[in-house]
């Protein structure tokens, strides 16, 4: 299985810019579909990215795109979010995701259902606000 720990979050101005990275360990990266979700306490896991094992194709919540960026380079083991023109309401506790069976039969699509995700990080914060 694989182990996955965010960082990279923070207290950041309405208008900044934060990156998020998810460092993967345990298995090769490149086996696995990565997903980024946010949720408030509270309320129910939003999707914001997905991106496929090889990097080559990816989606976004209408709610960020234009302003996040998923990536991931597979040599480092490591998946990113680039959070850009931040607003108050990206306040939340972002999760990187991992799944293996997606890549495996191809359907990296399916990376907005949550449910599809075997493999989850603990999360970290991201808080917009002066």
């Known amino acids: 299985q694989v182990q996955l720990v965010e960082s990279g979050g923070g207290l950041v101005q309405p208008g900044g810019s934060l990156r998020l990275s998810c460092a993967a360990s345990?298995?090769?990266?490149?086996?696995?579909?990565m997903g980024w979700f946010r949720r408030d306490p509270g309320k129910e896991r939003e999707f914001v990215a997905a991106?496929?094992?090889?990097?080559?194709?990816?989606m976004y919540a209408d709610s960020v795109k234009g302003r996040f960026t998923i990536s991931r380079d597979n040599a480092k083991n490591t998946g990113y979010l680039q959070m850009n023109s931040l607003k108050a309401e990206d306040t939340d506790v972002y999760y990187c995701?991992?799944?293996?069976?997606?890549?495996?039969?191809?359907?990296?699509?399916?990376?907005?259902?949550?449910?599809?995700?075997?493999?989850w990080g603990e999360g970290t914060g991201v808080t917009v606000g002066s």
């Open positions: 995701a991992a799944d293996r069976q997606m890549a495996y039969a191809n359907t990296w699509y399916r990376g907005q259902n949550g449910d599809e995700y075997d493999y």
């Open positions: 345990g298995r090769p990266f490149s086996n696995y579909v």
């Open positions: 991106i496929s094992a090889t990097g080559n194709s990816n």
